[in-house]
T-cell receptor, first 116, second 115 residues
Framework: GESVGLHLPTLSVQEGDNSIINCAYS??????FIWYKQESGKGPQFIID?????DKRQGQRVTVLLNKTVKHLSLQIAATQPGDSAVYFC???????????????FGTGTRLTIIP | GAGVSQSPSNKVTEKGKDVELRCDPI?????LYWYRQSLGQGLEFLIYFQGNSAPDKSGLPSDRFSAERTGGSVSTLTIQRTQQEDSAVYLC?????????????FGPGTRLTVL
């Protein structure tokens, strides 16, 4: 079946370095992807999204890259800070017409730890 | 309110009891979602509402699970005859509408423990 998965379950990065979190998806019909950050004891927090008609989108210290050829999504965090330590989830829309993007399928998540 | 709120934040119950979880979405958001998150896992879609109707209930794990939404606002997720495998964090999210690519905003979740 269709699924969204992550290559690495854990990632440790030195404070100040850049981090890259990867995600593979298998639903070729998906046209909308989101990255969420979840801190301990909290609900997921929206970070950045991208539509399939784009290859790259930048936010504040974050960049999402989409490679539709190999169905790969990545989240780059620049100049990491201790507050970036969290679990990061990618999600893809999996809704059916007529509503379209109403249902998200989440990956398992990657735990990012920033080392002071 | 400023964000999605859920209550209770924690619920401990005995196997076989019924529980009711509540979600207050962001004011004006017409779409509301329920997810379940088991320890160390991703989010499992349960059900969503557009207004008061639930077009897709396919994610509900069993007929012990039900949800309703009234007045296009508050939603309750009810689990009857709880089982230990129901233990998880139940997350609610709301979205401005189903049209366009606006994102879902999550509440803090309700941690359910079934003993």
């Amino acid at each position: 079946g269709e699924s969204v998965g992550l290559h690495l379950p854990t990632l440790s990065v030195q404070e100040g370095d850049n981090s890259i979190i990867n995600c593979a998806y298998s639903n070729s019909a998906s046209d909308y992807f989101i990255w969420y950050k979840q801190e301990s004891g909290k609900g997921p927090q929206f970070i950045i999204d991208i539509r399939s008609n784009m290859d790259k989108r930048q936010g504040q210290r974050v960049t999402v890259l989409l490679n539709k050829t190999v169905k790969h999504l990545s989240l780059q965090i620049a100049a990491t800070q201790p507050g970036d330590s969290a679990v990061y989830f990618c999600a893809e829309n999996s809704g059916d017409p007529p509503f379209g993007n109403e249902k998200l399928t989440f990956g398992t998540g990657t735990r990012l730890t920033i080392i002071p | 309110g400023a964000g999605v709120s859920q209550s209770p934040s924690n619920k401990v119950t005995e196997k076989g009891k019924d529980v009711e979880l509540r979600c207050d979405p962001i004011s004006g958001h017409t779409a509301l979602y329920w997810y379940r998150q088991s320890l160390g896992q991703g989010l499992e879609f349960l059900i969503y509402f557009q207004g008061n109707s639930a077009p897709d209930k396919s994610g509900l794990p069993s007929d012990r699970f039900s949800a309703e939404r009234t007045g296009g606002s508050v939603s309750t997720l009810t689990i009857q005859r709880t089982q230990q495998e129901d233990s998880a964090v139940y997350l609610c999210a709301s979205r401005l509408s189903l049209l366009g690519a606006d994102t879902q905003y999550f509440g803090p979740g309700t941690r359910l423990t079934v003993l």
